[in-house]
C-alpha cells in the first residue's frame, strides 16, 4: 500500500518552514477521489512501524489539517501529514540540491559551445543578497554568465557559519567561484559592485581580471555634483558655480558613454573623463570622431563653461569619482544588471519577511535557480515604450516575453517518487525492486487519468448507497418515536 501512495505523491513544504518541528515539516500530496480514503490511510498508518505516541500526534495533526487541493479537473486531493523520515533525512531536499546542480552543469555545459569561449574564456557576475535589511542570518552569492546570463554557481552562507553579515560576501565568493571553476569552466574575468576585498582575491588568489559594475560607480555622481552646482546665495562663485547647475544628469549620463566607448584601457578612460570638462567649453577636439559634437553646425544646449574657478573646480570633481579612480576596473563597462534581476526573483521563493531555516533557505534557493535558469533570455511577441515615472522624459522599450515554462517542477517531481519508492521500503520490511529509476514508470499527478474507475470504486459506491439506506430506515425511526413521544404526551 505504501508504494500506490508514494507512485502519486508530491512532497510541499511550508508548515514549519524555520525546522523547528521537522516531524511535520511536510505535506504529502495524495491522489485521492474520495473522503473515506481518509480511513484507508489511517488503517495504513497503523500497519506501519510507527510507535504509539508517534501515531497519536499523526492523527491530532491529521484532523487539524486536513485540507482538499485540486491540481487537474475531475480529481481530488487530500493533503496528509505523514510522520515519517523521509524530509528529516533530507530526501526531497536532496532531489533538489541535485536537480538545480544539473541546471547549473548544463548551464556550462551551453557556455562551452559558445564561439567566443575557446578565444576569452568567460566573464561571470556576482553580488550578494542578504535575507534581511539588518543583521541577516543568510547571505547568497549567485554567479551568472556574462554571455548567457544563466546562473552557473551559488553559493549561501549563514550565521553560524560566519557572524558578521557586513563581511559575509568575500566568504561567499570564495565559496561560489571555485565551485564554478571546479565544473570546468575557464573564468577569465569576475565582475561585482564595489568590494576591495573580494577584488584582493579575485586579483591575487585566482588571476582573473576584475571589473566593477558601472551603475554603484556613478550612483554618487550626482551628490557629488550637487556640492558644486548649488548652496547658499553666500557661498555662490565660491564653492559652487551657477554655470554647472545644469550638468548635474548630463555628467552622469557622460559618464556612462565613456565607459561605453573607449577602447578598453584605464588610460583612455582618464583621457575621455577629463576631456567632458572641455567639451562644456566649446573645445571638441578630443571628442569622439562619430559624435554629433564634431559637426560645424553643433550648438551645445547647456551653459558654456567660462569661469576658471569652476572649471578647475569641474575638473577635480571628475577626478574624485570611482570611475576615474579606479580606471582599470571600469575601462570593461560591465554592469552587474542580471544578478539583481535574479535577486528580484528570489524574493517570490525567499521573501525577507519570513525566516526560513538553513536547510528549507537552501532547497528554496535552488528552486529559484532552476526557474531561472530554464525562463531567463526567452523570446518575446512584441514591445512597448513605458514612460519612468522618476522620469518623465524618459520611456523605457518594455518586451512583451512569451509565457514562463516551470518542466523543472516535473522534473522534480518524477526524481523525487523514485527516490522514495526505494527510501521508504525499509519501513514496510520489503525487498527493494529490482528495476533501475531509469526504467520505473512514475504516473503524472498534473495529467488526468481519464474517467476509469477501478473495482474498489464500484465496492466503495456500493457501500455509500448502502449507508444511504441505513440512512432513510434511520430517519423513519425517528418519525415513528416522534409520533410515540405525541401519544404519550
Not at 554647472?244 to 566607448?261: G, P
Not at 570611482?322 to 580606471?327: F, G, V, W
Not at 535557480?369 to 515604450?385: K, L, P
Request: glycine share 4%.
Amino acid at each position: 500500500m505504501l508504494e500506490e501512495f508514494c507512485s502519486g505523491a508530491s512532497i510541499v513544504d511550508g508548515v514549519h518552514e524555520c525546522g523547528r518541528a521537522p516531524e511535520y515539516s511536510v505535506a504529502i500530496i495524495l491522489p485521492i477521489k474520495k473522503w473515506f480514503m481518509h480511513s484507508h490511510v489511517l488503517a495504513f498508518c497503523q500497519g506501519s512501524t510507527f510507535d504509539s505516541a508517534s501515531l497519536q500526534r499523526w492523527e491530532q495533526c491529521m484532523s487539524a489539517t486536513f485540507t482538499t487541493v485540486s491540481f487537474a479537473p475531475h480529481a481530488l486531493y487530500i493533503c496528509v501529514f505523514v510522520f515519517c523520515t523521509v524530509y528529516i533525512a533530507r530526501l526531497y531536499c536532496d532531489v533538489v540540491n541535485n536537480a538545480a546542480e544539473e541546471s547549473m552543469s548544463r548551464a556550462v555545459e551551453d557556455i562551452k559551445g559558445l564561439p567566443s569561449y575557446e578565444i576569452n574564456g568567460e566573464w561571470v557576475i556576482t553580488d550578494a543578497r542578504h535575507d534581511s535589511t539588518a543583521n541577516a542570518y543568510h547571505s547568497t552569492v549567485p554567479c551568472l554568465s556574462g554571455s548567457t546570463h544563466r546562473i552557473v554557481g551559488i553559493c549561501t552562507v549563514s550565521q553560524q557559519e560566519h557572524r558578521v553579515a557586513q563581511t559575509r560576501e568575500l566568504e561567499c565568493t570564495k565559496l561560489v567561484l571555485p565551485a564554478v571553476l571546479a565544473r570546468g569552466l575557464v573564468v577569465s574575468e569576475v565582475a561585482h559592485d564595489y568590494q576591495p576585498a573580494v577584488t584582493k582575491f579575485v586579483t591575487d588568489e585566482l588571476k582573473c581580471l576584475n571589473s566593477y559594475d558601472t551603475w554603484h560607480g556613478t550612483k554618487n555622481v550626482a551628490k557629488m555634483m550637487g556640492k558644486i552646482a548649488k548652496g547658499k546665495v553666500s557661498c555662490k562663485d565660491v564653492t559652487w558655480f551657477p554655470q554647472l547647475a545644469d550638468k548635474m544628469k548630463c555628467t552622469k549620463v557622460h559618464l556612462y558613454w565613456c565607459m561605453r566607448n573607449c577602447d578598453g584601457t584605464a588610460e583612455d578612460l582618464q583621457v575621455r573623463i577629463l576631456n567632458i570638462s572641455n567639451h562644456y567649453q566649446g573645445n571638441h577636439l578630443s571628442c569622439h570622431q562619430d559624435s554629433p559634437c564634431r559637426s560645424p553646425l553643433y550648438e551645445c544646449k547647456k551653459v558654456k563653461l567660462t569661469n576658471p574657478m569652476a572649471i578647475d573646480v569641474y575638473s577635480k570633481t571628475l577626478k574624485k569619482t570611482l570611475i576615474y579612480r579606479y580606471a582599470k576596473y571600469y575601462c570593461r563597462c560591465r554592469d552587474t544588471f542580471w544578478v539583481e534581476s535574479f535577486n528580484h526573483q528570489l524574493l517570490s521563493y525567499l521573501p525577507k519577511r519570513i525566516h526560513f531555516g538553513t536547510r528549507t533557505f537552501v532547497m528554496r534557493m535552488y528552486l529559484a535557480v532552476m526557474d531561472w535558469n530554464e525562463n531567463t533570455q526567452r523570446s518575446y511577441t512584441s514591445e512597448r515604450f513605458c514612460p519612468v515615472l522618476r522620469r518623465p522624459d524618459r520611456h523605457i522599450a518594455s518586451k512583451v516575453l512569451v509565457a514562463k515554462k516551470f518542466n523543472f517542477v516535473r522534473n522534480v517531481w518524477q526524481k523525487y517518487v523514485a527516490q522514495c519508492r526505494y527510501s521508504l521500503q525499509p519501513l514496510l520490511g520489503a525487498e527493494p525492486e529490482s528495476e533501475s529509476l531509469e526504467t520505473i514508470e512514475i504516473p503524472d499527478p498534473f495529467e488526468e487519468d481519464g474517467d476509469v474507475v477501478s473495482e474498489d470504486d464500484e465496492m466503495l459506491c456500493e457501500d455509500d448507497e448502502m449507508l444511504g439506506e441505513d440512512d432513510e430506515m434511520l430517519g423513519e425511526d425517528d418519525e415513528m418515536l416522534g409520533e410515540d413521544d405525541e401519544m404519550l404526551g
